[in-house]
């Protein structure tokens, strides 16, 4: 492996500092994308800056309306939050559906979010909530944030430091796994907030995406079936050795319905 510099701040303004002090240098959270990526020789940094040192980062707080959630909070950290579990259910079951035990231990929602997989689970529940991804910078709309395959609206120097969660009156995530890796084929999440009804889907495009005519649908009339002859083109969506994009088109309506009646319990 190439040898690089390892940079531990302590203080956002040190992690920024380090970060605009070169072309080549990277942010770490828990590893988990980033160092595969630089084994396999597809990322050179020249540093990298471990954010676990900065305590800003970490934490979940209750707002009232909404939770603020630090971009170092780990996926098992999340899924064990009884502040999470109690305001926003949904979101601690899908934190604690990720990956296994060693990747909820070292992932981290703000490296998840950063580095957008088309399979990842938490764009989903960004999107479908409506949150807002506050960074070292500004305040950024979910809405605004996915870009596409593996983009953002990050800018080369901006740190994602927390997630704000509007708390929904009911939400439920559901997803069909891939059984080795437990990524989506397609997952998606249903939320009935203070805006209306919202339906996110990861998985099945180049990058999560919302369902209009569902949305219409459950904001009418709150039950899977609203839903269930509500069908997804399959031109813009995924074929790999995992599903094709018809059987993924499928599922989405199929999720879709499942969430909305999981969600349709916490009423
Ligand atoms: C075997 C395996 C199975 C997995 N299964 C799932 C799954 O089922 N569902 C799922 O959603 N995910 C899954 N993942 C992904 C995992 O959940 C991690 O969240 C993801 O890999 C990102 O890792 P990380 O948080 O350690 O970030 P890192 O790998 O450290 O960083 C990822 C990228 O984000 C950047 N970054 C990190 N933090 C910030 C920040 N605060 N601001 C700006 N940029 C930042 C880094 O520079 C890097 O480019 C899996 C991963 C593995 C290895």
Redesign the pocket.
């Known amino acids: 492996m190439r040898s690089f510099d390892y940079l531990q701040p302590s203080t956002l303004g040190e992690a920024t500092a380090h970060l605009r002090s070169g072309t080549e240098i990277?942010?770490?959270?828990?590893?988990?994308?980033?160092?595969?990526?630089i084994k396999q020789r597809l990322a050179a940094p020249d540093a990298l800056v471990d954010?676990a040192g900065v305590p800003a980062?970490t934490g979940i707080e209750d707002e009232g309306c909404s939770l603020l959630v630090g971009?170092?909070a780990r996926?098992a950290a999340v899924a064990a939050s009884p502040l999470v579990r109690s305001r926003i259910p949904a979101l601690a079951d899908l934190a604690a559906?990720?990956?296994?035990p060693?990747?909820?231990n070292?992932?981290?929602?703000?490296?998840?979010l950063?580095?957008n997989?088309p399979?990842?689970?938490?764009p989903a529940a960004v999107l479908g909530l409506g949150a807002t991804i506050v960074?070292s910078e500004r305040e950024i709309a979910a809405d605004d944030f996915f870009l596409g395959l593996f983009e953002t609206a990050?800018g080369a120097e901006?740190?994602?430091?927390a997630i704000r969660f509007p708390v929904p009156r009911a939400a439920a995530y559901v997803k069909f796994?891939a059984p080795a890796?437990?990524?989506?084929l397609v997952g998606v999440f249903v939320a009935q907030t203070a805006e209306g009804v919202r339906v996110a889907v990861t998985g099945a495009g180049p990058a999560v995406f919302r369902v209009p005519a569902m949305e219409e649908a459950l904001a009418a009339d709150f039950t899977p079936s609203a839903v269930a002859a509500i069908g997804i083109d399959a031109d813009d969506l995924n074929s790999d050795i995992h599903a094709e994009a018809g059987y993924r088109a499928h599922l989405v309506t199929v999720m879709a319905k499942r969430a909305v009646a999981a969600a349709a319990k916490g009423f």
């Open positions: 990277r942010l770490l959270a828990g590893g988990m994308t980033l160092l595969p990526t954010l980062l971009a170092m996926h559906g990720i990956g296994d060693a990747v909820r070292r992932g981290t929602i703000g490296g998840s950063a580095n997989d399979a990842a689970d938490y960074t990050l901006e740190i994602i430091t796994k890796s437990r990524y989506a």
